[in-house]
């Protein structure tokens, strides 16, 4: 397994709150606009799943398939030729302080290791950035 893991970004809410929002992605797609969407497109958003469009992949799904709340939301990708597993880690400092960290494990071979390296790194920063700058006081 490939590990991928973002910097801590620091969020100005509660854990509560924040797992609050990020534990029904149906709330994402009031903030659409806020999430990094280079190279995606075709977003849905049900209460324990996103799907989008990526080229030239096609259409992916992570699926919510564990919730410890307050602290931690871990997806599992469908539709992808190789297993790729994503964690949403809070860790709650104070009522206006919450840690953010996204972790993405993949198994790939070197070759697609090799070519996909890039982007996901980026993609990874570009997702915590994102959801740290989500106003989650206006949901």
Do not use: C
């Not at 849905?44 to 602290?71: I, L, M």
């Not at 996204?102 to 570009?126: C, F, H, Q, S, Y």
């Amino acid at each position: 397994m490939t590990e991928y893991v973002s910097e801590v970004k620091q969020i100005p809410h509660g854990d509560a709150t924040v797992f609050g929002v990020l534990s029904n992605l149906r709330n994402l797609e009031q903030v659409r606009e806020w999430l990094p969407m280079d190279g995606m497109g075709g977003f849905t958003f049900d209460d324990d799943a996103v799907s989008f469009r990526v080229d030239p992949v096609g259409e992916v799904t992570f699926r919510v398939v564990e919730r410890q709340p307050n602290k931690l939301l871990k997806f599992q990708a469908e539709r992808l030729p190789l297993p790729v597993y994503l964690w949403v880690q809070l860790a709650g400092k104070s009522e206006t302080d919450t840690r953010l960290r996204v972790t993405v494990r993949a198994e790939m071979n070197p070759l697609i290791k090799g070519m996909v390296d890039k982007p996901l790194r980026e993609a990874l920063e570009k997702l915590s950035d994102g959801l740290s700058k989500l106003p989650y006081d206006r949901f």
